[in-house]
């Protein structure tokens, strides 16, 4: 894979980065966009609560909302623009995990 195609923070990472696809078909890519949604690509199901998939329309890139002010959650409907959600998360390491006892 080439250095540069998985950039995070990029804002239709969809059209820069769908090349990725093409080495890693079965991989799913999450991007945390600052002050926006988390975009998925890839391979990839949402299920509810229940464990019921939702029906995505054949869709292999979507958007979740963050913020929690979609009209449409779980997925992103824009309003995160309109109502001024500031949340950047950049890439860092987390610990490893806790053992189960
Ligand atoms: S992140 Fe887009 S509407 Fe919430």
């Not at 998985?6 to 696809?21: I, S």
């Not at 998939?53 to 997925?75: D, I, V």
């Not at 409907?77 to 006892?101: E, I, M, N, W």
């Given at each position: ?51 019921k ?23 992103c ?25």
């Open positions: 894979m080439r250095g540069g195609l998985l950039l995070a923070n990029q804002r239709f990472p969809e059209v820069a980065n769908r090349e990725w696809l093409r080495y890693r078909p079965a991989m799913t890519k999450i991007t945390v966009l600052d002050n926006g949604p988390l975009r998925i690509e890839g391979n990839f199901t949402i299920c509810d609560a229940s464990g998939e939702f029906g995505l329309g054949g869709r292999t890139a979507l958007s979740l909302c963050r913020c929690g002010k979609s009209a449409n959650l779980p997925f409907d824009g309003a995160h623009a309109r109502t001024g959600f500031q949340s950047a998360c950049p890439a860092r390491d987390l610990p490893p995990p806790k053992p189960k006892v």
